[in-house]
């Protein structure tokens, strides 16, 4: 692949290019016009949204049959994958991994830092460089905000840079999340997002799975959002002020049942109460933030409920069989937005037919 400009030209140090505004920082994660480290949901703009949507489509439907599932695990044959998730994980990793073999990407993992040279003192910034001395992609997740881009910003300054996608980063940002959920709604909408009313509840100010999904509104028109949380749980100020500039109006409130009736989706969130720093989550009353069979009988006929996933008490179990409670088809559908994101950063995604 060629080095863009961006990649090539001298570059300030991670200090001053880690507080730049995205739209300076993006061209940095580009190659060839193309999106090359998957890092933030502002990345992803509408008409890269369609087209993967329209390759997880493909994907999907070349792959029922075995002849078609063969095609498509030769066309990355070449190709390998890290999964570096040292933070926990079941559907982000299981889905990237699978996507992984669905292309034919090789792969290895470290989900540990206890079981990598970490522990004898190497800097995590040597170990995630030593990786790319082996593998073609690094798909990370990691705690700390900010290190999968510092990663991506190490790598495309050495000799051998190679695409780094972000499975999550500390509180701030879960973009591939986002794309398959931004998948799900397409599906369920029959295409049509435009003008849609979603209402996100729970922990919002600790999610980043709801913070990168509103960064994705931006590409819808009519687009109105309802943030439900307890008030210590509320929506982080930069979000807000994201909204505001791109003209998304929003209304915040703790009203969930005021606010469902009129949602075209609902997206459940737990407690992030891994991030507590003096146990502040055993303070809040959640419940009220709680979707129940009742609700059932309040929303409209054609809404989703939406769930990244994992699952506490948000949403009743008996919730599970009505045909608008869409959670378990969007956790598969992540396999197939990932593997079309993979597809497309390695460049065969116009061989997927
Ligand atoms: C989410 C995450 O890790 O941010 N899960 C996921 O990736 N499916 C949400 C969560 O842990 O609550």
């Known amino acids: 692949m060629q080095r863009t400009q961006a990649m090539t ?3 300030p140090d991670w200090e001053n290019f880690y507080p730049r505004p995205i739209s300076e920082k993006t061209p940095f994660f580009s190659k060839d016009g193309r999106l090359y480290d998957c890092l933030f949901a502002q990345q992803l703009n509408r008409e890269l949204l369609e087209h993967l949507f329209s390759t997880a489509d493909r994907l999907r439907a070349v792959t029922q049959k075995k002849d078609g599932a063969d095609y498509v695990s030769a066309l990355l044959s070449d190709k390998r994958a890290m999964l570096y998730f040292v933070q ?13 073999h669905i292309l034919g990407i090789k792969t290895s993992e470290i989900r540990d830092t206890t079981t990598s040279s970490e522990v004898k003192g190497e800097t995590p910034e040597d170990t995630v460089r030593t990786f790319s001395s082996y593998v073609d992609m690094i798909i990370m997740r990691h705690p700390a905000p900010g290190f999968v881009e510092k990663t991506a910003w190490l790598m495309n300054r050495t000799g051998r840079p190679v695409p780094i996608v972000n499975g999550g ?23 049509e997002l435009d003008g849609k009313h979603i209402v996100m509840v729970g922990d919002l100010k600790r999610g980043r799975t709801v913070r990168s999904l509103s960064y994705l509104m931006k590409n819808y028109k009519n687009v109105s959002l309802s943030f439900v949380s307890p008030r210590q749980f509320c929506m982080e100020p930069d979000i807000l002020e994201f909204l505001k500039r791109h003209n998304i109006p929003f209304t ?14 609902i997206y459940m969130t737990r407690i992030q109460d891994e991030h507590d720093k003096s146990g502040e989550s055993k303070a809040v009353d959640y419940s009220p933030f709680h979707f129940r069979k009742e609700h059932l009988d309040l929303i409209k006929k054609t809404c989703v409920i939406l769930h990244p996933l994992p699952r506490r008490h948000e949403i009743e179990v008996t919730v599970d069989d009505d045909p608008r409670a869409v959670f378990w088809r969007q956790e598969r559908n992540g396999m197939w937005a ?8 390695f460049g065969v995604d116009g061989k997927i037919r």
């Not at 982000?92 to 996507?99: E, G, K, P, V």
């Not at 409130?253 to 949602?263: I, L, N, Q, R």
């Open 9 to 11: 030209s001298v570059q």
């Open 252 to 265: 915040e409130t703790e009203d969930f049942k005021g606010v469902m009736k009129s949602a075209d989706a």
């Open 169 to 191: 980063s500390g509180k701030d940002q879960h973009p591939t999340q986002a794309l398959l959920d931004m998948y799900t709604l397409h599906r369920s909408f029959g295409g």
């Open 88 to 100: 926990p994980s079941t559907r982000t990793f299981m889905s990237f991994l699978n996507a992984c």
């Open 338 to 345: 990932r593997a079309a994101l993979m597809a497309y950063i």
